[in-house]
């Protein structure tokens, strides 16, 4: 499927639906289709940078840039797995691997104090200096028990984020 | 036997992206309180103590931003919507062929030919009044009014315009200007039928250019180019002559700068409303019923679309012209703005949404990715002092 026709086989459906752990419905699906055709607009069979930051809601999300990171050059199926873990069937495990992928910029699997660092930039912006940032993190790291040059892994999270659930959806509008 | 409508090629010839600055800070200036429209949960629960799980939850931003990826409202005031395909079954297609036929081999070659009249008449009656009555301006400038609206009621009737006018015609006083929701050019071309307006357009290129630096000069219009900042400045002076000067036709503008699908308004740009004159609302709402008049200048040219709209068989809309309004004591531009804004949507059923149209062409200030964080490191730096 990779390119843009702008017809939906059956068989299509099906594969973007196994791809994505049947996360979203057949009519999910076809409406995603619908908005990523809509937002192609180049036919290109990816949703370019410009494309996404033409969204305003979404250019103006401080995490937009780290999220465009790993949305660039996509095709729709794998736009589909992408958006998976914001679908109300995506398992708490999912929600917490899709965070962890957030801060782990270079995917080894690791999440270090400066990705904790990078992430805590971005949401806060120039309203709390460099040097407060890091004694703000370091804190509340040692508050929860762990040390400042610890290496945080997904298990971590796990306990971290998992205790209280997670509310992470976003609905998907079916005509 | 189900007919799905088919989705007309995406084509970005007719963009005019071509370069997406950053805006400028007018942008700031045109927009209120956009924050109090965008969501704000991604603030977490004030007064309880800071926690890992605090910081390390971005969920809700992510959530954020996953909507806007999904759905957002911007997006979907340039959304064509056409009308519903309704030849999807063995008798009704023969009769949707037939129809074709019709309106293609019909209408169409009827309409050109009654365009081609207008034009002819135009034209023969337009170019002896300008170049002859020179010295006759008064004269000349009711000829040339009369010229003008005679060629958009030929225009209108080329596409079988149904157009029920509702209120008052407006008349041509100084101190006034008209404001109204714009959904295609032909926007212009319905109200010009029945009230001779000068209108602040962006220029085009091609022969509407043509049109634009020659006729429609005589009902003394203003040019702009959008992609000028400093044109702003000039633009605006222009605008106060124009309304303050005795004889001049009355300004019509479109505050939201852009064409909108005509199921929701952008916002107003406060231009037209800081001149210090009375403003009269106008609505406009097409009928979807035959054809979308939604001039989707990203899709399409604006001659593509005058031949959609010839070979459909009517355009059917409706033209309220609203109470005037003046501007409360103590209330900005901006406010007011909204304000009439608000009079319009509500009359021709539009729903309002928060968005600068220009954000069609640049991208949003940073200001409003900056109050984001703001509130979030003020809740982060409130909530580490809790005990």
């Known amino acids: 499927m990779g390119n843009t026709s702008s017809i939906l086989t059956q068989y299509d459906i099906e594969e973007v639906q196994e791809h994505c752990n049947n996360t979203f419905s057949q009519q999910e699906i076809v409406s995603l289709y619908q908005r990523f055709c809509q937002l192609d607009r180049n036919s290109g069979g990816f949703i370019s940078a410009d494309e996404f930051l033409s969204v305003p809601e979404f250019a103006v999300n401080p995490l937009a840039q780290r999220l465009f990171r790993m949305i660039d050059g996509l095709n729709f199926k794998e736009f589909v797995a992408f958006l998976s873990a914001f679908s109300s069937r995506a398992t708490l495990q999912h929600k917490v691997e899709y965070i962890f992928k957030v801060y782990d910029s270079d995917g080894n699997g690791k999440v270090a104090f400066s990705d904790l660092l990078d992430v805590l930039r971005d949401l806060t912006g120039q309203f709390i200096s460099e040097q407060q940032r890091e004694p703000v993190l370091t804190q509340v790291l040692e508050e929860a ?25 976003v609905e998907v509008p079916v005509d | 036997m189900v007919m799905i409508s088919q989705r007309n090629p995406l084509s970005s010839s007719t963009s005019k992206m071509s370069k997406l600055t950053t805006s400028s800070s007018e942008l700031d200036l045109d927009r209120p309180n956009i924050e109090d429209y965008l969501p704000t949960d991604s603030i977490p629960q004030p007064h309880a103590k800071l926690r890992l799980r605090d910081l390390l939850d971005i969920s809700p931003t992510l959530t954020e931003a996953a909507g806007a990826i999904v759905d957002d409202s911007f997006t979907r005031c340039f959304k064509s919507n056409p009308p519903e395909p309704w030849n999807w079954n063995i008798y009704l297609f023969p009769l949707w062929c037939l129809g074709v036929v019709v309106r293609y081999g019909i209408l169409f070659p009827g309409r050109v030919l009654i365009l081609t009249i207008g034009w002819i008449i135009f034209l023969s009656c337009y170019i002896p009044v300008h170049v002859l009555l020179k010295g006759h301006d008064k004269l000349r400038k009711r000829l040339e009014r009369a010229l003008v609206e005679l060629i958009c009621s030929f225009f ?8 029920k006018y509702h209120g008052p015609r407006p008349c041509a006083r100084p101190k006034q200007v008209f404001v109204a ?89 406060k231009g037209a409303f800081e001149l210090g004159a009375t403003v009269c609302p106008i609505a406009i709402k097409y009928n979807k019923i035959f054809v979308d008049a939604f001039w989707n200048s990203r899709k399409q040219s604006f001659t593509t679309h005058l031949l959609q709209l010839m070979t459909s068989w009517a355009v059917v809309c409706d033209v309220w012209y609203l109470e005037p309004q003046n501007m409360k004591p103590g209330e900005t531009a901006i406010a007011f703005a909204e304000r009439v804004r608000g009079i319009i949507s509500a009359r021709a059923g539009l729903k309002m949404v928060p968005w600068d149209g220009y954000l069609k062409y640049s991208r949003p200030s940073p200001k409003h990715r900056e109050s984001k964080q703001k509130s979030f490191a003020e809740s982060v730096l409130l909530r580490l002092e809790e005990k």
């Open chain 1, 145 to 169: 028990g762990y040390k400042k040059d610890s290496i945080l892994v997904l298990s971590d999270f796990m306990k971290i984020l998992g205790s209280n659930g997670l509310k992470m959806e």
């Open chain 2, 156 to 163: 209108v009737a080329s596409w079988t315009g149904v157009v």
């Open chain 2, 181 to 269: 929701n714009h959904t295609s050019m032909i926007d212009f071309i319905v109200l010009e039928q029945m009230t001779a307006f000068a209108v602040i357009m962006q220029k085009h290129p091609g022969w509407v250019g043509l049109l634009q630096s020659t006729i429609l000069e005589s009902v003394g219009c203003i040019w702009f180019n959008r992609s000028e900042a400093k044109d702003r400045e000039i633009v605006a002076r222009k605008l106060r002559e124009h309304v303050e000067g005795y004889d001049n036709n009355p300004l019509l503008i479109f505050p939201e700068g852009t064409c909108v699908n005509n199921h929701y308004t952008v916002m107003f740009k």
